[in-house]
């Protein structure tokens, strides 16, 4: 049933406006999939009568968390591929994880990847997931997921033309690349009230040719889209880069007129002085991926730094394969305390900084900072509400710190997109989400069996 307005009462509301005001005793009143009033509780009531009410008493009331950088079919087959450095992880498990992906799994394993997005708190996933030749509609079965969740969605749709160590069944032609993002956008761009988007996404530097890079770059601008790869990840890529041409990511990027508003480089970790100073005076906006980042071992994103240069740094999960879970909640916690450890300094990140990189800062990198991203009149209702009144959250004394470093996706309770109320007491209204959990069991079963059998042909 749709709902024409929704009350939200009694809550702590992180608003993550430029004051980062919190409201102790706050209420939010949305009509029409807008926030049209928010204030104290006592005098929002009295402006507003709504068909649905929600009492948030001991909860905290926050921006849905935007998970910028993600590959949610990844989830297929998290726990496998572990221990493994990057390079060689991609040859072990990612190749042949995403050869063998059928359009079956795509759209189980994105029904699966929104559904634990929205558990965990997200209302917005940027997802990046590469295609083979054969298999091109896999992307639009996962828009189709995006789709029926009612999660708001980023396609960003990866290829590769350059034939540098990964197998030659993902290498397309210039022509099949500008065929496809064509189609996408024209399909899938604007749908669901807006609520997917699709940008072009060359994977990396080491996998994409100069020459279709620039000639993407203008393709993008010409539709109002924007570029997202994946830039810096690890050591071993950035000296092959180095190799290569003579530079770093960013300064490729830069010679080749793609740095920008619309640029993503996600991870971003072995970034020099020169690359941030780069990066801010382009406007660039990068994607931190802590948790991933330990997982693979690949190093420590600058991020203070970056931030203090007055550069957007969003964040992201990295997804289900190099990282194994899509809670922005945990990922908000590790940013935090990563590089506490890494500076040997308490106050090198703060909750306040991670909780706006989760919200408002991913918002301003998607070109939606006006739309989504804070709790402000007029915007988009997209807002995630998690429940404090757990025993290892309790007592509240500052709610964003008991947020960032004490709760976890399972304390979120509600979630609402666009003004629909997508997850209600922790259940899903959007799909059945027991039956795709058993379709994803035998789904991901059948593709472990099917990567063993190409990785012993190979």
Known sequence: MVVLSILIKNGIIATVNEKNQIIKDGAIYIEEGRI????????VTKKHRAEKVIDAHRKIVLPGLIDAHTHMVGCLVRGLGSDLPLLNW????????????????????????????IKTGSTCVVENYYSTRRRKRNIDRIAEAIEKSGIRGFLMRGY??????????????EDEVFREYDR????????????????????????????LIVRLHEFAEKHGVGMHTHMSESKRECELIKKEYGKSYAEVFQDLGVLGPKFHGAHS????????KLLARTNSRTIHNPTSNMYLASGFSPVPKMLKAGICVALGTDGGNCNNNQDMLEAMKFAALLHKVNALDPTA????EVLRMATINGARALGLGNEIGSLEIGKKADITIVDLKKPHNMPIHDPISTLVYSSNGGDVDTVIIDGEITMENREIKTVDEGEVLEKAQVVGENLARRMVRRIKSS
């Open 90 to 117: 991609l040859e072990k498990l990612q190749w042949p994880f995403l050869a063998g992906v059928t359009e079956e799994d795509a759209y189980v394993g994105g029904l699966l990847g929104c559904i634990e997005a």
């Open 269 to 276: 970790v072995w970034l020099t002085d020169k690359d941030i």
């Open 36 to 43: 049209q009033n928010l204030g104290r509780t006592e005098e």
């Open 160 to 173: 590769h033309d350059r034939k540098f160590m990964i197998p030659e069944i993902f290498i397309e032609s």
């Open 349 to 352: 990140m703060s909750a306040v």
């Open 184 to 211: 996408i956008i024209h399909e899938w761009h604007g749908r669901a009230n807006d609520r997917i988007m699709a940008w072009v996404s060359p994977v990396n530097l080491l996998f994409s040719t100069p020459e």
